[in-house]
């Protein structure tokens, strides 16, 4: 089972700076990464697909990148309704599928 | 418009068993994966499988094999999932999300069903 690892667990962001979010696989899984934010409440949200495309109607603030086993979600001009938890999900041919612990971004 | 409506919180015992339904609009049923997905309080998510809408083939994750079983229902898009001998640690909610074929993500999600297994 690939093992999906997020840092940091917890990122104190003030509004309008940028947020950098990692996700480590324990293997390769090509560019087959997606990214998630999750408010409380609510259903995770696809933002990133394909490591680096993103998803229809998420703004161009949010950008994706990585390959292989090494993984980046970065959010610039953090606005308050990006204060939430973030996933990351690998997905391939054959399960199980994993999903990071997540990342919790807060105000400063 | 693509919509995914899940059943509404049920409160089990332990030993009981709980069906979550998840009903699909708004897209061709078969041409898409269903997968759950669940996630106890204040945790992560953690991936419990998908199953076929078309021929009904399922995949569970090994922690979930024992006790889950996933069923669809092609005259009403609607797919279930059941978990049976539920534990006190089995309260969560449970969201099912779609996948495209060939895709590798899920673009959809339901809102989610709270299920709470308590004596």
């Known amino acids: 089972e690939i093992v999906m690892t997020q840092s940091p667990a917890t990122l104190s962001v003030s509004p309008g700076e940028r947020a950098t979010l990692s996700c480590r696989a324990s293997q390769s899984v090509t560019t087959n990464l997606a990214w998630y934010q999750q408010k409380p409440g609510q259903a995770p949200r696809l933002l990133i697909y394909g490591a680096s495309t993103r998803a229809t109607g998420i703004p161009a603030r949010f950008s994706g990148s990585g390959s292989g086993t090494e993984f980046t979600l970065t959010i610039n001009s953090l606005q308050s309704e990006d204060f939430a938890v973030y996933y990351c999900l690998h997905c391939n041919t054959w399960p199980p599928w994993t999903f990071g612990q997540g990342t919790r971004v807060e105000i400063k | 418009q693509v919509e995914l409506v899940q059943s509404g919180a049920e409160v089990k015992k332990p030993g009981a068993s709980v069906k979550v339904s998840c009903k699909a609009s708004?897209?061709?049923?078969?041409?898409?994966?269903m997968h759950w997905v669940r996630q106890a309080p204040g945790q992560g998510l953690e991936w419990m499988g998908w199953?076929?809408?078309?021929?009904?083939?399922?995949n569970y994750a090994q922690m979930f094999q024992a006790r889950v079983t996933m069923t669809r229902d092609t005259s009403t898009n609607t797919v279930y999932m059941e978990v049976n001998s539920l534990r006190s640690d089995d309260t969560a909610v449970f969201y099912c999300?779609?996948?495209?074929?060939?895709?590798?993500?899920?673009?959809?999600w339901g809102q989610g069903s709270l299920v709470t297994v308590s004596s």
């Open positions: 199953i076929h809408p078309s021929s009904g083939a399922t």
């Open positions: 999300a779609r996948q495209y074929f060939g895709s590798w993500y899920f673009d959809y």
């Open positions: 708004g897209y061709t049923f078969t041409d898409y994966y």
